[in-house]
């Protein structure tokens, strides 16, 4: 890197980030704001409800091949090009949805906004890496959990709030996001600097083929789990988990050559690995309890706004303790937070697992900060640990590794919970999971949430073994 570069990194590193903050908050937070519009989208265009989920599913799916492949993107391109293109196509993506008259153009949207969004997050986590001193990344690596926690969180809020104040029209959703895109892509183009910490390494095409075909059908797959999942998605996940061991034979393969497209090395730092599997369990958990929770409320009669308006203090409060996290991180390390963190963590669903169809409403709230308190105390730390410790060319693949396993294991613990809530619900009720009563599809529920407590024992023990002696994987020359 050249002095003028470091100069550079050195002068700008809090306002590049900020912008990039900026842009993933508003991609994030885009992923999720469509959700409640699914039901006004599908009466505006006569569509069959399995059609209009296909708003969510298309981005998803998109998410889930675009994601492996930004480890590369990451690397072989300078940071202000990368983000222009990327929040150019988000912008381009949202524009579209303005005009878009049928739901072949919305789903064109949704797909270019995707393709944007992708990059974004890791984008941030690798400026992060390479721009901040190592003992100020904790409390930065804080504001970025905020991005990841708080996003999510508000986007159904947001979207209730303006399709009532548009008339339920969901054109308004584009509408209120094309100013906001646009500017934050002229700030970004502007005021972001011209480092350049290109990797120059080479892409194997096939890596990207096999990327696509194994992720893209294997995440659809999983989504489908306890839904609509029929022989065609188990077709798929097979052939997905097939090609996905071939992907990864194939990485190891290329890693010694640098032309991987996630180089899989990164696995041998243990910080690395373990953060990895803590992380990796986590996403399972949180993406668990959003799915099944609403399911509970909803069945208990509660109404849809006052289902968001409880599943909103948790996200909130884990988010808004990023920063102090990030700063307890850069004094102490990992451990001494991760360790509570997930017993935290575990407690909280534990207590989930005592829901009934009487459970007081405020023992859900409070159950739930609890759930959020403790991914707040693991999610800053781990990240930061994690990869801090990588060597700086593995930087972009560190953070499309811990991208992708988000999107998979997210998957997977959607899939998992509700297939838990099934099978218990089946062998627990007289009358048999098809015809169960309320009440005892509720009895289901717990059990998933106590099969989910005995994880978190797991997460536990894995988190006593993030010690201060941090091996690290040197790459050779």
């Known amino acids: 890197m050249t002095a003028d570069t470091k100069a550079a990194g050195r002068r700008t590193p809090y306002m590049a980030i900020y912008v990039l903050l900026a842009a993933a908050f508003m991609a994030i937070l885009n992923e999720t704001v469509m959700s409640v519009a699914i039901p006004v989208v599908k009466a505006d265009l006569g569509i069959s409800a399995a059609t209009a989920g296909w708003l969510t599913t298309s981005f998803l799916l998109t998410m889930a091949v675009i994601i492996p492949t930004t480890g590369y993107l990451v690397g072989a391109f300078r940071l202000r090009s990368l983000f222009a293109v990327c929040q150019g196509l988000f912008v381009a993506g949202t524009a579209i949805g303005i005009f878009a008259s049928s739901f072949t153009v919305v789903i064109i949207a949704r797909i270019v906004q995707a393709s944007g969004t992708a990059v974004l997050l890791p984008l941030l986590m690798t400026t992060v890496l390479n721009l901040v001193p190592e003992h100020e990344r904790g409390r930065m690596m804080g504001r970025l959990t905020v991005v990841i926690a708080v996003a999510p969180a508000i986007g159904p809020t947001i979207s209730g709030l303006i399709l009532e104040l548009s008339g339920r029209d969901w054109h308004a959703l584009f509408e209120s996001m094309l100013p906001l895109g646009f500017l934050v892509l002229v700030v970004g183009i502007a005021l972001l600097p011209k480092v350049d910490e290109r990797s120059h390494k080479h892409v194997d095409l096939f890596s990207v083929l096999l990327s696509a075909a194994s992720f893209g059908p294997l995440v659809y797959a999983l989504s489908r789990i306890g839904s609509e999942f029929d022989r065609v998605s188990a077709a798929m996940a097979l052939v997905g988990t097939c090609l996905l061991v071939w992907f990864v034979l194939r990485q190891l393969s290329l890693a010694e050559r640098g032309r991987a497209l996630l180089d899989l090395r990164t696995f041998k730092t243990p910080s690395f690995r373990v953060s990895s599997i803590i992380l990796s369990v986590a996403f399972m958990m949180m993406f668990g309890v959003i799915i099944v929770l609403p399911l509970y409320l ?126 218990a619900t089946a062998v627990l009720a007289p009358s048999g999971g098809d015809a169960a009563p309320p009440h005892e599809v509720i009895r289901g529920y717990s059990a998933a949430m106590f099969i989910a407590a005995a994880i978190g024992l797991v997460v536990i023990a894995l988190s006593t073994r993030l010690g201060r002696d941090r091996e690290k994987f040197q790459l050779r020359d």
């Open 298 to 423: 909803n069945l208990r009669g509660v109404e849809i706004k006052t289902i968001g308006l409880m599943l909103m203090p948790g996200p909130l409060v884990m988010g808004l303790m990023g920063p102090a996290v990030g700063r307890l991180f850069d004094k102490y390390g990992a451990r001494p937070l991760a360790l509570p963190g997930s017993i935290a963590l575990t407690l909280g669903v534990l207590g989930l697992g005592f829901i009934s169809d009487s459970t007081p409403l405020w023992w859900i709230v409070a159950c739930h900060i609890v759930f959020e308190i403790g991914l707040g105390f693991l999610f800053t730390p781990l990240f930061t640990f994690g990869l801090g410790d990588l060597p700086r060319d593995l930087y972009p693949d560190g953070s499309a590794i811990t991208n992708t396993l988000q999107q998979v294991f997210g998957a997977v613990g959607t899939a998992l919970f509700v297939a838990l809530s099934g099978v």
